[in-house]
Protein backbone atom coordinates (compact mmCIF):
# COMPACT_ATOMS: atom_id res chain seq x y z
CA UNK A 1 0.00 0.00 0.00
CA UNK A 2 2.94 2.45 0.85
CA UNK A 3 4.51 1.86 -2.92
CA UNK A 4 1.02 2.86 -4.41
CA UNK A 5 0.32 5.94 -2.41
CA UNK A 6 4.17 6.98 -3.69
CA UNK A 7 3.32 6.58 -7.47
CA UNK A 8 -0.07 9.00 -7.00
CA UNK A 9 2.18 11.62 -5.02
CA UNK A 10 4.67 11.20 -7.25
CA UNK A 11 2.05 11.21 -10.84
CA UNK A 12 0.08 14.42 -8.77
CA UNK A 13 3.64 15.89 -8.38
CA UNK A 14 4.14 15.63 -11.76
CA UNK A 15 0.69 17.18 -12.99
CA UNK A 16 1.51 19.94 -10.75
CA UNK A 17 5.02 20.74 -12.38
CA UNK A 18 3.37 19.91 -15.77
CA UNK A 19 0.45 22.83 -15.30
CA UNK A 20 3.41 25.40 -14.03
CA UNK A 21 5.23 25.58 -16.91
CA UNK A 22 4.08 27.99 -19.57
CA UNK A 23 2.40 27.46 -22.75
CA UNK A 24 4.15 28.15 -26.46
CA UNK A 25 1.48 31.17 -26.46
CA UNK A 26 2.27 32.70 -22.85
CA UNK A 27 6.17 32.38 -23.79
CA UNK A 28 5.41 33.76 -27.25
CA UNK A 29 3.83 36.58 -25.66
CA UNK A 30 6.32 37.74 -23.00
CA UNK A 31 8.91 37.18 -25.74
CA UNK A 32 6.93 39.37 -28.05
CA UNK A 33 7.27 41.98 -24.97
CA UNK A 34 10.74 42.08 -24.21
CA UNK A 35 11.34 43.09 -27.92
CA UNK A 36 8.79 45.45 -27.75
CA UNK A 37 10.91 47.15 -24.78
CA UNK A 38 14.17 46.52 -26.64
CA UNK A 39 13.39 47.78 -30.49
CA UNK A 40 12.11 50.96 -28.15
CA UNK A 41 15.27 51.71 -26.47
CA UNK A 42 17.17 51.25 -29.87
CA UNK A 43 14.78 53.36 -31.66
CA UNK A 44 15.55 56.00 -28.71
CA UNK A 45 18.99 55.66 -28.88
CA UNK A 46 18.91 55.61 -32.24
CA UNK A 47 17.35 58.96 -32.73
CA UNK A 48 19.49 59.83 -30.18
CA UNK A 49 22.05 59.32 -32.02
CA UNK A 50 20.80 61.25 -35.24
CA UNK A 51 20.59 64.17 -33.32
CA UNK A 52 24.44 64.04 -32.27
CA UNK A 53 25.12 63.26 -36.26
CA UNK A 54 23.21 66.70 -37.22
CA UNK A 55 25.20 68.36 -35.08
CA UNK A 56 28.33 67.49 -36.44
CA UNK A 57 26.86 67.81 -39.73
CA UNK A 58 26.15 71.47 -39.03
CA UNK A 59 29.80 71.80 -37.66
CA UNK A 60 31.23 70.10 -40.89
CA UNK A 61 29.31 72.73 -43.00
CA UNK A 62 30.19 75.72 -40.98
CA UNK A 63 34.17 75.18 -41.35
CA UNK A 64 33.95 74.80 -45.20
CA UNK A 65 33.33 78.44 -46.12
CA UNK A 66 36.80 79.06 -43.79
CA UNK A 67 38.57 76.37 -45.56
CA UNK A 68 37.52 78.19 -49.09
CA UNK A 69 38.27 81.59 -47.26
CA UNK A 70 41.77 80.42 -46.29
CA UNK A 71 42.37 78.75 -49.81
CA UNK A 72 41.32 82.23 -51.64
CA UNK A 73 43.26 83.89 -49.66
CA UNK A 74 46.82 81.74 -49.80
CA UNK A 75 45.72 82.56 -53.72
CA UNK A 76 45.58 86.38 -53.48
CA UNK A 77 49.00 86.68 -52.11
CA UNK A 78 49.17 85.61 -48.45
CA UNK A 79 47.46 88.95 -47.25
CA UNK A 80 47.57 87.22 -43.67
Not at 12 to 33: G, I, L, R
Amino acid sequence: MAVKKKTVAKKVVAKKKVAKMPSADQKMAVHEAECALRYKSIEERLEAGSKKFDKLERLVWGIYPLIIMLFIVEKLGGVL
